[in-house]
């Protein structure tokens, strides 16, 4: 073999090992990447069954359930067009409550349910994740809407 062809060789399995780690790597990423969707996405068929995703919206008021004596617990997250009800086992973070932003990471079963296995809440009472107020106010012509919820409606005095 002339020293060219050894170059020739040596630059086409550098390119081919570079290629199959290119390949292996985004093979990667592909397997780990987490995509959003908020409950209206969910409901029009848009996020994938059996796939774990990223699904956020506020926590509907009185919708928390929680059994006794376990971690089990569920609750419905909307972005105020449509609800996805959400199962947990777990414990939730201390700033987890009703009428709050939520994201939860999970798979949504064939029955239509969202089976989380983590639960991100917000930080403090100024704070919504930032792909929950994107999706919410995309939904409602870029303003927060107000929960038509009757249940959280206060009485005129």
């Known amino acids: 073999m002339t020293p060219r062809q050894r170059r020739v060789a040596l630059v086409v399995g550098i390119l081919a090992g570079v290629s199959v780690a290119g390949l292996l ?5 592909r397997e780990n990447v987490m995509f959003f969707f908020d409950p209206s996405q969910v409901a029009a068929g848009d996020a994938p069954i059996d796939k774990r995703f990223r699904l956020g919206g506020m926590v509907r008021p009185g919708t928390v359930e ?6 089990d617990m569920s609750f419905v997250v909307t972005d105020f067009e449509r609800d996805v009800k959400v199962v947990y086992t777990g414990v939730l973070p201390d700033l987890f409550r009703e009428n709050q932003g939520v994201v939860a990471h999970g798979r949504l079963g064939d029955d239509g349910i969202f089976v989380a296995d983590e639960i991100l809440a917000k930080h403090d009472e100024n704070y919504m994740p930032p792909e929950v107020a994107k999706a919410i106010k995309s939904k409602h012509g870029g303003v927060m809407p107000v929960d038509p919820d009757p249940r959280k409606a206060k009485p005129e005095t």
């Open 25 to 29: 790597a985004l093979s990667a990423f």
């Open 66 to 71: 929680r059994e006794a004596g376990s971690l």
